[in-house]
C-alpha cells in the first residue's frame, strides 16, 4: 500500500471519529433539551433546592449535633450518600452546587470532596466535624483546606491525637469570630505530647467572641488559665487525664468561674483543686453564678470532702441538677451536711433512684418521674455516687445519705440491688417512706427487700402498740425490669416469685393492695406465674419485646404494652 493510500485512511478515520464526536454532543444537547420538558424540571430552583435539603437531611440524620458535645458521636459510614442526587442530570447537579445550605455541614472526607463543599458553601457558616484517627498524616490536606476556613466556622469537632493537633495548629491560629461550638478530644491524652509543647500561642489567637460551647477533652489545653474560658460561654465541660502533670489551685478555677458568668452547664473531670487547707479557704472569696443550672464533678481522686469544699465557694440560686462522682468516701459527713443544707431551700424531693451494686449511686429530684441515669426532668435533682470495693463502704454512705437528707417527700423509687443488703438495712430505708405510690425495681432484686414490703412500718405504730400500717402505706405500682425470677439456687430458700406472691397477699390483707404490677424484660415466668399473678393484681402489664420469655397462652389473657413506665 503508497504512502499515499495511508495518509488518505488516517484522514477519512479521523473525519469520522470528529463526526461522530459533533453527533454524540448533538444527541446529548436533545437529551438535555428533552429533559427541561419533564415535570420536576420546570419546578422553580429554589424549590427542588428545598427537596434537596430534605433529601440530604433525611439521608445523614446523624449530622445534627448531639444534644450534649462532651458525647463521642460515632462517625457516619456514608455521610455523603444524598450525593447521589448530583449525578440524575446535570441541572441537578447545577442546582445543587448552587445551594450553598447544602454544603455547610462537613464530614471530613476525600480532599477533592472537600475543596467542592468549600467552594460551593460560598461564604456560609460552617460546621466541621473530623475523626483525624482515622486519616493518615498525607491525607491532612483535606483537613487543612477546611480549617483554612476558620473565619466562618460556626461548629468544630475534632477527634485527633497530639501529632495532628499540631499538625494543624497554624490554621487554628487565626481568628475565629463566628465559632459559637468547640470540641476538642484527644483519646491519648497527650502522651508523647512533652507536656503540651506546640501551644505556644492561644487557639485563634484569642479571638472567638461568640464561643457558647466549650469541651476540651483530654487535650493539654485543659487549664483553668486557657483562653478559651471566654465570658461568652454558656456550657463547660473539661476532662483532664489522671497521668497530666497540671495541678490546678481553687484561686485558678474560683477566678476562671467568675469570667464566665454566663454558664448554664458546667461539667468537670479531674481538674478540680486538691487544695484543702481551711485557712487559704477562708481567704478565698464566694463566687455568684447566677444562671448556673447544672454542675457535675468527678474525677478520680475526688472525695466528699473535696466536693463540699468546692460547692461552699459557690453561690448558685438558678441550680437544678447536681452531679457528684467519688471514688472514695473520704469526708462524706461534710458533703451530706451541705447538702442537706442546700436542698432546704429547693423543693421537696420527690423521686429517687439508688444504685447499690458495690457501689453507691444516689439520683433525686423534685419531679415525680425521675428517668434512670438521666438529669432532664424539671425541677432539681440530685446525683452521688461512691465506688467502693468493700460492702462496708457503700452500705456506711447509703444510710448515712438517708438519715441526712430530706426523703420523706419521695413518691417515685427506683431500687437496684443486689444481696448488699440484708433486712434490717432495708428496713431502715423504707420506714417512714409514707409517700411512696410508685416502685421501680431493677435487675435481681434481693429477697429481703421484698420481704419487707409484706413487713409493718414502726414509724406509723400508735402508742398503744397496734400495727397500723405496712412499709410504703401508699404503694400502688410495683415495676420489675430485667429480672429473673429463677428458682435460687439454695433449694431451702423460697423462690422470688413465692415471695412476690406473699407480699402482694399480705398487702390485700391489710387495704394495701397493688394496682398495677408491670413485668419489662423479665425472665423465668411460667404460665401457671402469669395466671396467679393476673389474680393478684387490678391490672397486669408484660412487655412484648421479648416474645419468647412467656408462653403464647400467656400472652392472649394479658394487656401487652411496649416498655411503658409505670
Request: with cysteine.
Amino acid at each position: 500500500m503508497s504512502e499515499s493510500n495511508t495518509v488518505d485512511i488516517e484522514k477519512a478515520r479521523k473525519e469520522c471519529e470528529e463526526e461522530a464526536l459533533y453527533h454524540q454532543t448533538m444527541m446529548l444537547r436533545a437529551r438535555t433539551r428533552r429533559n427541561t420538558f419533564a415535570p420536576i424540571s420546570r419546578l422553580h430552583e429554589e424549590l427542588l433546592a428545598e427537596i434537596f435539603l430534605h433529601f440530604q437531611r433525611w439521608n445523614t440524620f446523624s449530622l445534627a449535633e448531639p444534644a450534649r458535645i462532651q458525647e463521642y458521636t460515632p462517625p457516619i459510614k456514608y455521610p455523603y450518600r444524598w450525593l447521589s442526587i448530583t449525578h440524575v442530570c446535570r441541572h441537578w447537579r447545577t442546582v445543587a452546587h448552587s445551594c450553598p445550605r447544602l454544603w455547610t455541614r462537613l464530614i471530613f472526607s476525600r480532599r477533592g470532596l472537600m475543596a467542592l463543599a468549600v467552594s460551593c458553601s460560598g461564604r456560609m457558616p460552617l460546621h466541621f466535624n473530623a475523626d483525624l484517627l482515622r486519616i493518615s498524616m498525607e491525607g491532612m490536606g483535606g483537613v487543612k483546606v477546611v480549617l483554612r476556613e476558620i473565619d466562618r466556622i460556626e461548629h468544630l469537632d475534632l477527634t485527633a491525637s497530639w501529632h495532628h493537633i499540631v499538625h494543624v495548629h497554624d490554621c487554628l491560629a487565626r481568628p475565629a469570630p463566628l465559632l459559637r461550638t468547640l470540641r476538642l478530644f484527644e483519646p491519648m491524652g497527650g502522651m508523647g505530647s512533652a507536656g503540651g509543647r506546640g501551644f505556644t500561642s492561644p487557639l485563634f489567637q484569642a479571638e472567638h467572641p461568640q464561643l457558647q460551647k466549650l469541651a476540651l477533652l483530654g487535650v493539654p489545653l485543659v487549664q483553668w488559665t486557657n483562653p478559651l474560658l471566654c465570658p461568652s460561654l454558656t456550657e463547660l465541660y473539661l476532662e483532664r487525664y489522671e497521668t497530666t502533670s497540671y495541678s490546678p489551685t481553687m484561686s485558678e478555677m474560683l477566678t476562671a468561674l467568675e469570667n464566665m458568668p454566663l454558664l448554664r452547664v458546667i461539667e468537670l473531670k479531674s481538674i478540680l483543686p486538691n487544695d484543702k487547707s481551711e485557712k487559704k479557704s477562708r481567704a478565698l472569696k464566694t463566687v455568684i453564678m447566677p444562671h448556673l443550672q447544672s454542675i457535675s464533678l468527678s474525677g478520680g481522686r475526688l472525695s466528699p470532702k473535696q466536693c463540699a469544699y468546692i460547692l461552699d465557694h459557690l453561690s448558685l440560686p438558678a441550680l437544678r441538677a447536681l452531679s457528684l462522682s467519688c471514688l472514695k468516701a473520704d469526708g462524706l459527713d461534710t458533703l451530706l451536711s451541705y447538702l442537706a443544707t442546700f436542698l432546704h431551700g429547693v423543693e421537696p424531693l420527690r423521686a429517687c433512684f439508688m444504685d447499690l451494686q458495690r457501689r453507691f449511686c444516689m439520683e433525686a429530684s423534685t419531679s415525680s418521674n425521675l428517668p434512670i441515669d438521666s438529669l432532664s426532668e424539671p425541677g432539681f435533682c440530685l446525683d452521688l455516687r461512691m465506688y467502693a470495693s468493700r460492702r462496708k463502704h457503700v452500705l456506711d454512705p447509703a444510710m448515712a445519705f438517708w438519715r441526712t437528707l430530706p426523703l420523706t417527700h419521695i413518691e417515685t423509687l427506683l431500687v437496684r440491688a443486689d444481696n448488699i443488703f440484708v433486712a434490717e438495712e432495708w428496713r431502715k430505708i423504707l420506714a417512714g417512706l409514707h409517700e411512696v405510690t410508685a416502685l421501680h425495681i431493677l435487675d435481681f432484686p434481693h429477697p429481703s427487700l421484698l420481704e419487707q414490703l409484706s413487713e409493718h412500718d414502726v414509724v406509723k405504730t400508735d402508742p398503744s402498740g397496734e400495727i397500723t400500717d405496712l412499709m410504703l402505706p401508699a404503694l400502688r405500682n410495683i415495676k420489675f425490669s430485667e429480672v429473673t425470677f429463677a428458682s435460687n439456687t439454695d433449694k431451702s430458700a423460697p423462690k422470688l416469685v413465692d415471695i412476690l406472691y406473699e407480699l402482694l397477699d399480705n398487702r390485700l390483707k391489710h387495704g394495701c393492695g397493688i394496682q398495677k404490677l408491670t413485668l419489662y424484660h423479665c425472665t423465668s415466668l411460667t404460665k401457671q406465674d402469669i395466671e396467679t399473678l393476673k389474680n393478684k393484681v387490678h391490672d397486669l402489664v408484660v412487655d412484648d419485646s421479648w416474645p419468647t420469655r412467656i408462653s403464647a397462652f400467656a400472652k392472649s389473657k394479658l394487656q401487652w404494652c411496649n416498655g411503658v413506665g409505670i
